[in-house]
């Protein structure tokens, strides 16, 4: 029951250019969505995250849009940068006692020079 | 910034064996939970831990899988009898509550458990 979803698996962008990361749900009762990066042999690392009452947030070069009538939501990164190469998980959470983060698949992003 | 300490950061086991992973989540959190992720796959939900007791287990955690915080810092994962497909990642992670300021998951850099 793939709840979180993330059909790019890879993407490729030039250094200085913009990625653009997606992300779809199907759980109405998600209202709180994060994104995580991830390099191998690590664990997850906070980036950024947008509660349902807003359409978007921005963090420095970090951009997260959240379109609940599409119950879609998207990373941008500007200008992307080579260390920005790594794994991009999308997460959603629902309210709750523990309020569990459900994961996607994650996107691999590599930033080229 | 605090962080979530695992120990050991790799553990090789043979099947059928017990094995516990260690956690040591940020000190004033008070939510906590073990993920883990088989290679090449999403990181999954096992178990969420508040108050003492499970607050919410995933179909994954079952009676194989136990869970303990036995002095107020330490926070364990505990697999009674290994099997193959439980090699994977396993990542710890801790939160303050929901409607914090600061209501993200901190994740540990994981502990790779391997089933020979």
């Known amino acids: 029951d793939q709840q979180v979803k993330q059909n790019s698996p890879s993407l490729s962008v030039q250094e200085g250019r913009i990625s653009i990361l997606n992300c779809d749900y199907t759980n109405s009762m998600f209202d709180y969505f994060l994104w995580y990066k991830k390099y191998p042999a690590e664990g997850p690392t906070f980036l950024i995250s947008i509660s349902s009452i807003k359409d978007k947030n921005e963090d420095g070069r970090f951009t997260v849009f959240l379109n609940k009538s599409a119950k879609h939501l998207s990373l941008h990164i500007v200008p992307s940068q080579p260390g920005d190469s790594a794994v991009y998980f999308c997460?959603?959470?629902?309210?709750?006692?523990?309020?569990?983060?459900?994961f996607g698949t994650g996107t691999r992003l590599q930033v080229t020079l | 910034e605090p962080e979530v300490t695992q120990t050991p950061s790799h553990q090789v086991t043979q099947m059928g064996q017990e094995v516990i992973l260690r956690c040591v989540p940020i000190?004033?959190?008070?939510?906590f939970y073990w993920y883990r992720q088989i290679l090449g796959q999403k990181v999954e939900f096992l178990v969420s831990?508040?108050?003492?007791?499970?607050?919410?287990k995933s179909e994954i955690f079952d009676d194989q899988f136990s869970v303990e915080r036995p002095d107020g810092s330490n926070f364990t994962l505990k697999i009674r009898s290994t099997k193959l497909e439980d090699s994977a990642m396993y990542f710890c992670?801790?939160?303050?509550?929901?409607?914090?300021?600061?209501?993200?998951?901190?994740f540990g850099s994981g502990t790779q458990l391997s089933v020979l």
């Open positions: 831990f508040y108050n003492n007791e499970i607050s919410e």
């Open positions: 997460a959603a959470s629902a309210q709750g006692v523990a309020s569990k983060l459900t």
């Open positions: 992670a801790s939160k303050l509550p929901r409607g914090s300021r600061n209501e993200k998951l901190f």
């Open positions: 000190s004033n959190h008070l939510y």
